[in-house]
T-cell receptor, first 115, second 113 residues
Framework: AQTVTQSQPEMSVQEAETVTLSCTYDTSESDYYLFWYKQPPSRQMILVIRQEAYKQQNATENRFSVNFQKAAKSFSLKISDSQLGDAAMYFCAYRPWGSARQLTFGSGTQLTVLP | SAVISQKPSRDICQRGTSLTIQCQVDSQVTMMFWYRQQPGQSLTLIATANQGSEATYESGFVIDKFPISRPNLTFSTLTVSNMSPEDSSIYLC??????????FGEGSRLTVL
């Protein structure tokens, strides 16, 4: 079974600074997706960034980028120039290539942005 | 990306009653997914709803407690039956996007007294 581990229950960052959220996963699959989702207090799950395992290049979306280390099964999220609106719970998630039903979430990291 | 609307947004229910949550998608999709998020927890898949067939339930979830309907390719309902305080959670509807990601509705927050 796949597992996703987020070892940082809480993180804080000063506004305009950079923060990195950690995620590791365990799988025997070679083809899969990895995601970071953001859940603000409004509770809607918002996709932040996605990565396909076959791609060596790390995904970026504006101020959000990932450090994908396939051999180490590590998938960290870097938020640059942090903004107050970035404050939320962040979930790392994994799914194998062929099955959306097998989307597995980590336990989440609560990010606080300090003004 | 898909636009997913859920109703109700939140509700307070009495023990022993049932509540039906609706999920409407702005495009036709093959599968719809229902998740539960208990307070302070991550998301757990309840079931996968396919149009024209019975839903597929994950371990620990049964049809009698969480009946699901999927009458067409844009709509689904999840009923939480005979509720107890342990059912107090956020329930989220989800669909798969074209590039592997899942999109989520805004969630329905249920509080059972």
């Amino acid at each position: 079974a796949q597992t996703v581990t987020q070892s940082q229950p809480e993180m804080s960052v000063q506004e305009a600074e950079t923060v990195t959220l950690s995620c590791t996963y365990d799988t025997s699959e070679s083809d899969y997706y990895l995601f970071w989702y953001k859940q603000p207090p409004s509770r809607q799950m918002i996709l932040v960034i996605r990565q396909e395992a076959y791609k060596q290049q790390n995904a970026t979306e504006n101020r959000f980028s990932v450090n994908f280390q396939k051999a180490a099964k590590s998938f960290s999220l870097k938020i640059s120039d942090s903004q107050l609106g970035d404050a939320a719970m962040y979930f790392c998630a994994y799914r194998p290539w062929g099955s959306a039903r097998q989307l597995t979430f980590g336990s989440g990291t609560q990010l606080t942005v300090l003004p | 990306s898909a636009v997913i609307s859920q109703k109700p947004s939140r509700d307070i229910c009495q023990r022993g009653t049932s509540l039906t949550i609706q999920c409407q998608v702005d495009s036709q999709v093959t599968m719809m997914f229902w998740y539960r998020q208990q307070p302070g927890q991550s998301l757990t898949l309840i079931a996968t709803a396919n149009q024209g067939s019975e839903a597929t339930y994950e371990s620990g979830f049964v049809i009698d407690k969480f009946p699901i309907s999927r009458p067409n390719l844009t709509f689904s309902t999840l009923t939480v039956s005979n509720m107890s305080p342990e059912d107090s959670s956020i329930y989220l509807c989800s669909v798969e996007g074209l590039t592997g990601e899942l999109f989520f509705g805004e969630g329905s927050r249920l509080t059972v007294l």
